[in-house]
């Protein structure tokens, strides 16, 4: 019996190109399908909005104001008939006819952040406001008082007092937003009720005009009335207080703000405790340290916060001194002077911090014990002893396109200077000059040159020699102008 054959198909591989088309065909629509679903945006928005909506709330605030005399709302400011009706008015009101007080009105936004009432909003809202009126998603309205507010946020904290547990919104974390992000913003735009707009993240911290900006920029539509209104994550968390617009004509062109949540959670604790907030304070007056300034203090980089006073407070017990820079502090990297004063602000009352500095080329780490920047705020300054006056004629010279001479007791009367000021007073700045180009002028005073201090154009003719002979190519100036000091790097002339 012979045995059987069995037939076998040989299956031949691939060809290294066809098996690498197959790779990158493969490759491309995984990258497609990652792409679309990037991309892709909930079917509705709908039951986001009507899951969060209930805790979004409008807010009209009533106030009592003067009487006008003049003929506004009859003919608009600046008419040419307005002295034609502001006469017409006088005439038909006798002498001891003064117009009534009346109440002007104001609407916002707002949104709920406990069952038991809390409301946050934001303090332009509600300032000045003798009354504040609270209307819910369902209709229902209540009055609420102010439990604390914040200007330099300006965020306030109203609380409302229901006969029910009310639909609230928890905060989320700002700093998790990305740029790209889906987001919604609600509130009562223009006086029209309960409204959502959506769009996303634009960009991340931003800073308007706040010492504690952190600002979230979207393009979901905020107008006028949006003021305090939340925006919210696509997880329906609380990212921002929506705040301000930027905008020429007063309506929304995709540029806004809302202060972020982690920014305000913070604000909102301290209000509710204590109905105030209570900020860190370092007490040292500070400027960043660009690259011209490196260069003349000899630093390796850019970075840091650059000492430019230290006033009475807590970094002057500690040992802080002018010309030291911060590098960081309570153990976090210090960039520039924005997140310090973040840092510092955020940093509790009474707390020991550890601040590095460099000084001399040498880095020394000092204990501070913060204090409370709102007491600081509202101390007054003592008055300055006052000082002999001297009659010898001043010295004047002319050096890094500065005309300078040193500091009289009417210099200083003239300047508006301390009167125990010591340094050079700045009589011209040479056209062109690198000086003027950096903003030094007529009237400035320099107190220190290679962060040491000076009175005479002895020392600083000495400081500059010392600059030379240590290699740097620029001299650090401190220069005060008005009592607000600053430093700026001159370059050297080479000898």
Do not use: C
């Amino acid at each position: 019996m012979q045995p059987k054959v069995v037939a076998r198909t040989q299956v031949n591989s691939p060809s290294p190109a066809l098996r690498a088309a197959i790779i990158a065909l493969m490759a491309l629509t995984m990258v497609v399908a990652q792409t679309v679903m990037a991309l892709a945006k909930p079917e509705s928005l709908a039951p986001l909005a009507e899951k969060i909506s209930p805790s979004v709330v409008n807010i009209t605030t009533s106030t009592l104001v003067e009487g006008r005399t003049g003929p506004r709302g009859i003919v608009p400011e600046g008419s040419p008939f307005e002295d034609f009706f502001r006469e017409f008015q006088d005439r038909n009101r006798g002498d001891d006819d003064t117009p009534a007080p009346r109440r002007s009105s104001a609407l916002g936004s707002g949104f709920v952040i406990s069952e038991d009432g809390y409301v946050v909003t934001n303090n332009h809202v509600i300032e000045g406001a003798d009354e504040i009126t609270i209307e819910f998603f369902s209709g229902d309205e209540l009055i609420a008082k102010v439990i604390g507010t914040d200007p330099n946020t300006d965020i306030a904290l109203l609380k409302v007092e229901a006969d029910r547990p009310l639909p609230f919104v928890s905060f989320g974390n700002s700093d998790a937003a990305r740029v790209g992000d889906w987001v919604i913003a609600m509130g009562n735009p223009l006086g029209q009720g309960f409204s959502v707009s959506a769009g996303i993240v634009s960009a991340r911290n931003r800073a308007l005009s706040g010492t504690y900006d952190d600002y979230i920029q979207t393009d979901a539509a905020i107008n006028r009335g949006n003021s305090g209104g939340p925006l919210f994550n696509m997880d329906g968390a609380v990212i921002g207080v929506n705040t301000a617009i930027l905008s020429p004509n007063g309506g929304s062109i995709g540029i806004g703000f809302s202060m972020a949540s982690n920014v305000v959670t913070r604000v909102v604790d301290q209000l509710k405790e204590f109905g105030e907030t209570r900020r860190g304070w370092l007490g040292v007056r500070i400027q960043d340290v660009t690259q011209d300034v490196a260069d003349a203090m000899g630093l390796k980089a850019a970075t840091g916060a650059l000492i430019t006073d230290v006033p009475e407070g807590p970094a002057k017990q500690a040992g802080l001194k002018t010309g030291d820079v911060i590098l960081s502090f309570d153990g976090v990297d210090v960039a520039d002077t924005r997140g310090l004063v973040r840092q510092v602000g955020n940093s509790p009352v009474g707390a020991t911090v550890r601040v590095t500095v460099m000084r001399e080329g040498k880095s020394q780490t000092i204990a501070v014990i913060l204090g409370r920047r709102e007491d600081a705020d509202s101390a007054e300054t003592p008055d300055a002893e006052e000082e002999p006056d001297s009659s010898d004629a001043p010295e004047v010279t002319s050096l890094l396109g500065l005309t300078v001479t040193p500091l009289t007791a009417e210099m200083r009367q003239e300047l508006g200077a301390a009167d125990d000021m010591e340094g050079l007073a700045v009589t011209e700045v040479e056209d062109g000059s690198e000086a003027f180009e950096k903003g030094l002028r007529a009237g400035d005073i320099i107190t220190e040159a290679g962060q040491q201090e000076i009175k005479t154009i002895a020392d600083l003719n000495s400081r500059i020699d010392a600059a030379r002979e240590a290699g740097r190519k620029s001299l650090l100036l401190l220069v005060r102008r008005a009592g607000d000091p600053r430093f700026v790097a001159l370059t050297l002339d080479e000898e």
